[in-house]
């Protein structure tokens, strides 16, 4: 198979298996999140490695996938986060460096480089969990047999966007292409190309909002409120997969991994959610207000 039929491949099973499972929610959307966690915070311990670093990587991948777990068990009730629990995460981390890394094993970079790989990964997706049970996403509507929750319409606005960022900026970067947005990172990726990655997420967000947001969620946004939301999360979007090749490029490493035929690592499919989930979460606080009866 070419390349590009593994992309379609693997892309025509994941993508709709990921939507069953962010408008099912609950235990489902955990345990997706967990998974896709412990195996984006390993990748990114690869890279560290390969750029020098020593992380702990086999704690590092379990915290990752127990952070969306832990946000679950909150909705639950069955669990209470309190800043000391992070406290104490920390220095069991510092306290394990002692014995794992000694004076010359980078114990610095070493717990650094581990936190970071936990709050990157872990941390940043569990706000899609936060973005399902989003305090304005009550209720829902009926489509035909199936009730569609306002929670996965709402979580499905910053991750459609995303893909719309994606393929908006591969179509006219393709078709102008002209000057380079960031060639010391990403040689491929033109201005032309951003620009039409905000176009795309732009409009796609208002026709979301419009069809699918209001009459699903009983949700919207003033126009201003989704040109802003649009333009922010293709943004987000475009920094996080920037971020992304900047470590690929510090390590020498082409992608992530190979996990995923014809796209390389969970990461390097995740990389833009990274940004765009907190971001979203952040300004559907302020921008969301009742849809109009």
């Known amino acids: 198979m070419s390349e590009l039929t593994q992309r379609w491949a693997v892309g025509l099973v994941a993508a709709p298996l990921a939507l069953v ?23 990114f311990y690869r890279i560290a490695r390969a750029a020098g670093h020593a992380p702990m990587s086999d704690i590092g991948c379990a915290l990752a996938g127990l952070t969306p777990l832990a946000v679950h068990a909150q909705y639950l009730g069955l669990f209470q986060p ?19 890394r000694g004076a010359n094993g980078k114990p610095l970079a070493a717990v650094a480089t581990t936190v970071l790989g936990i709050l990157y990964t872990g941390g940043m997706l569990s706000f899609g969990y936060a973005l399902r049970y989003h305090d304005y996403a009550v209720g829902g509507a009926r489509l ?35 000057r380079k947005l960031m060639p010391s990172v990403s040689p491929g990726k033109t201005v032309s190309g951003a620009i039409g990655g905000v176009a795309a997420s732009v409009l796609l967000a208002w026709i979301y909002v419009r069809f699918a947001l209001r ?4 949700l919207a946004m003033t126009s201003a409120g989704v040109v802003l ?16 090749s900047l470590f690929k490029r510090e ?14 690592g969970v990461l390097d499919r995740l990389d833009s959610l990274f940004f765009v989930l907190p971001t979203a979460h952040l300004l559907l606080g302020w921008l969301l207000i009742p849809a109009p009866r």
């Open 21 to 43: 499972i962010v408008f099912a929610g609950g235990a489902a959307l955990a345990g997706l999140l967990a998974i896709a966690s412990a195996i984006a915070a390993w990748e």
């Open 82 to 100: 309190r800043f000391g629990h992070f406290a104490m995460i920390l220095l069991v981390l510092l306290g394990l460096s002692l014995w794992t």
């Open 144 to 178: 035909g047999s199936l009730d569609i929750a306002a929670g996965g319409v709402l979580l499905s606005l910053p991750v459609l966007l995303t893909w719309a960022t994606d393929i908006g900026a591969f179509t006219v970067g393709r078709a102008v292409r002209g």
């Open 215 to 218: 009459p699903s969620a009983q």
């Open 229 to 244: 939301f649009g333009v922010a999360i293709s943004v987000a979007a475009q920094i996080g997969d920037l971020l992304e």
């Open 251 to 264: 390590a020498g490493v082409k992608d992530s991994s190979q996990l995923l035929p014809g796209h390389g």
